[in-house]
């Protein structure tokens, strides 16, 4: 079946931001698997080297590699939705799978999370979904970044909770458990689970978000929104805070360099901010060492040489 220009752009950006969450042995090696094109060497990054491997491929090689990175068709071949209204823009999109009787602790960690440039689908299973209502799950099931399960006792007597894990396991995607006195079992066992019992939603949320910045789907991504949150602080703590997480970054890319230097030079909530424009500078040092001895010689002009200015 053909695809119009506008799908076959739909589904090289969807396929570009599933894959680009790799390495890049396991992107050649998807690619190669489904007989597409790969290079050695690459001066870009990851979405752009997808993106070109990708021009000119058939329509019939986009919609298998799509539908292998989890992409989900309707109809006629026409893709659902990239950007659904529930996922806050920019956000890394976690689904949170929960029994009804829980959704009040649900609602306060998707709440939490936020501050971590988390965003959470809570899907209120004490519905009686409606067809409307279960295309909404699966819509955020089909564009969540990953899982997150909270095990409370009955959870596996739910008839929504283990489809929903399930449904990610599927496509993919990384599976997160809290132990609410539910040990995580079947295929479960084998991820990531944190103690829930008695913890408070804030460090709860920290936890997951550490999870999820070192874990290698979600690092690049979570790395992004981390460096995205700082430059967009709206107040001094805001932007103290924001360095913190920005401090725990484990990818790191030359961009986010230049994004953190620009910021505490041009936010002033960032630039007026105690202690921060040093931080930041201290971490692009230790980072890109390269970068920030140029932009050094860019600030030292009118200046004594031997003064270090923290940008």
């Not at 489904?34 to 690459?42: A, I, K, R, V």
Request: charged share 20%; with cysteine.
């Amino acid at each position: 079946m053909a695809l119009t220009p506008s799908q076959r752009i739909a589904l090289i950006k969807e396929i570009s931001t599933r894959l680009s969450g790799e390495n890049w042995s396991f992107i050649d090696l998807t690619l190669e698997e489904f007989g597409l094109p790969t290079q050695d060497s690459w001066g870009g990054n990851y979405d752009s080297y997808i993106i070109a491997m990708l021009k000119g491929v058939s329509d019939t090689s986009l919609i298998d590699l799509a539908q292998h990175c989890g992409f989900v068709f309707e109809g006629e071949v026409k893709p659902q939705g990239i950007d659904p209204p529930f996922w806050h823009s920019g956000m890394l999109r976690l689904f949170l799978s929960h029994l009804a009787a829980h959704r009040v602790e649900a609602a306060q960690l998707q709440s939490a999370l936020l501050r971590y440039g988390i965003s959470c689908f809570v899907a209120h299973n004490d519905i009686e979904p409606t067809a409307e209502w279960l295309v909404q799950i699966e819509t955020a099931l089909s564009t969540c970044d990953g899982l997150l399960a909270l095990f409370h006792p009955k959870f596996h007597e739910s008839q929504w909770t283990d489809q929903e894990i399930g449904f990610g396991m599927g496509r993919g995607v990384p599976i997160l458990a809290v132990q609410y006195g539910q040990p995580p079992y079947g295929f479960v066992e084998r991820f990531q689970a944190f103690a829930g019992t008695d913890k408070t939603p804030e460090v709860l949320a920290k936890e997951i978000f550490r999870a999820l910045i070192k874990h290698k789907q979600t690092q690049r991504r979570m790395s992004e929104v981390a460096v995205s949150l700082f430059e967009q602080s709206s107040s001094f703590q805001e932007a103290k805070d924001r360095m913190t997480l920005v401090e725990e970054v484990g990818h790191w890319e030359p961009a986010f360099s230049l994004r953190l230097l620009g910021a505490a030079k041009n936010n002033g909530q960032v630039s007026a901010a105690f202690g921060v424009p040093e931080r930041a500078a201290a971490l692009v040092k230790k980072r890109t060492p390269d970068i920030y001895a140029a932009e050094q010689v860019k600030a030292k002009k009118g200046f004594d040489p031997d003064d270090e200015i923290p940008f």
